[in-house]
Nanobody
Framework: VQLQASGGGLVQAGGSLTLACAAS????????VGWFRQAPGKGREGLSC????????FVADSVKGRFTTSTDNAKNTVYLQMNDLKPEDTAVYFC????????????????WGQGTLVTVSS
């Protein structure tokens, strides 16, 4: 199982970015994929999760209405569309996978991508 996150960069406040998480070695039929972020000096925050088998799908209150998670099964890729970005969204963003069920807990995930840096300027 491997995950490759991409799409980070520098954007002005109010702008948009789309992150991609390319997965290999598994399919979304059997694994849930979550997005997390970690800002400097802070813990890892769960943002969202998508999985066919359910569990605890969630969207964090801090990004609700601004971030959307979707999948492209043909490309085995999960996307995080981020709109109306704010300086407090600046962080390293990670995708992670675990078998079957969604969870908001980072500890529940067995596989992690390398992270992609998002910087939002004011």
């Amino acid at each position: 199982v491997q995950l490759q996150a991409s799409g980070g960069g520098l954007v002005q406040a109010g702008g948009s970015l789309t992150l991609a998480c390319a997965a290999s070695g598994f399919t979304f039929d059997d694994y849930a994929v979550g997005w997390f972020r970690q800002a400097p000096g802070k813990g890892r925050e769960g943002l969202s999760c998508i999985g066919k088998r359910g569990g605890s799908p969630f969207v964090a209150d801090s990004v609700k209405g601004r971030f959307t998670t979707s999948t492209d099964n043909a490309k085995n890729t999960v996307y995080l569309q981020m709109n109306d970005l704010k300086p407090e969204d600046t962080a390293v963003y990670f995708c992670a996978a675990q078998r079957y069920y969604c969870s908001s807990r980072a500890q529940a995930y067995n596989y992690w991508g390398q992270g992609t840096l998002v910087t939002v300027s004011s």
